[in-house]
Nanobody
Framework: VQLQASGGGLVQAGGSLRLSCAAS????????MGWFRQAPGKEREFVSA????????GYADSVKGRFTISRDNAKNTVYLQMNNLKPEDTAVYYC?????????????????WGQGTLVTVSS
């Protein structure tokens, strides 16, 4: 399984970005896809997750109401729409895949990881 994350960049506070995670090399109907982030000097933290087939969704409290996760089954791609970005959202964002239909917030429960994409929010 390969995961390719893209879409990061520099944005001002209050702005928006959309991250994409293209998945390949697997049958994803029984997978959950997640987004995590890691800021400098901090541990990797859960952002959001979606089960591929059932659409079960979870968000971290810090991003609820601002971020939206979605998937395009035809393109094997998961998106993270990030609105009203704040400087504290600055981090490297990683997509991950879990061989389970239930979204999880613990990084060690995910089996595959993509490379990160940097999101920088200026104040």
């Amino acid at each position: 399984v390969q995961l390719q994350a893209s879409g990061g960049g520099l944005v001002q506070a209050g702005g928006s970005l959309r991250l994409s995670c293209a998945a390949s090399g697997g049958t994803f109907s029984s997978y959950t896809m997640g987004w995590f982030r890691q800021a400098p000097g901090k541990e990797r933290e859960f952002v959001s997750a979606i089960s591929w087939s059932f659409g079960r969704i979870g968000y971290a409290d810090s991003v609820k109401g601002r971020f939206t996760i979605s998937r395009d089954n035809a393109k094997n791609t998961v998106y993270l729409q990030m609105n009203n970005l704040k400087p504290e959202d600055t981090a490297v964002y990683y997509c991950a895949a879990r061989i389970d239909i239930t979204p999880a917030q613990t990084a060690r429960l995910y089996n595959y990881w993509g490379q990160g994409t940097l999101v920088t929010v200026s104040s």
